[in-house]
Nanobody, 118 residues
Framework: QVQLVESGGGLVQAGGSLRLSCRAS????????MGWYRQASGGQRELVAL???????HYADSVKGRFTVSRDSAKNTWYLQMNSLKPEDTALYYC????????????WGQGTQVTVSS
């Protein structure tokens, strides 16, 4: 079983930056996809970005060029650096550990609120 603890959300003005962190316990070993999702009020959860175990990265079109996903295997942590934030980025952000190819499991963080004021 994997436990995920998120940190780094908050309130920021448009144009500002935040960095989200997701720490996995016991480790990120055997996690195929380390992702970030978000859910705005009244909306559906959507994929923001992910990094694979092999280091490949994928971004939603809406965040390309502004957000960067990365991982630190030594710290069992992956990150979402968010720059040039817009009010429409306001949402509850969740990290996700996808091990469906390994053992069919899928884990979610508790969520962290990001609010961007105009």
């Amino acid at each position: 079983q994997v436990q995920l603890v998120e940190s780094g959300g908050g309130l920021v003005q448009a144009g500002g930056s935040l960095r989200l962190s997701c720490r996995a316990s016991p480790s990120i070993f055997s996690i195929d996809f380390m992702g970030w999702y978000r859910q705005a009020s009244g909306g559906q959860r959507e994929l923001v970005a992910l990094v694979t175990a092999g280091g490949n990265k994928h971004y939603a079109d809406s965040v390309k060029g502004r957000f960067t996903v990365s991982r630190d295997s030594a710290k069992n942590t992956w990150y979402l650096q968010m720059n040039s934030l817009k009010p429409e980025d306001t949402a509850l952000y969740y990290c996700n550990a996808d091990r469906t190819k390994v053992d069919g499991t899928d884990y979610w963080g508790q969520g962290t609120q990001v609010t961007v004021s105009s």
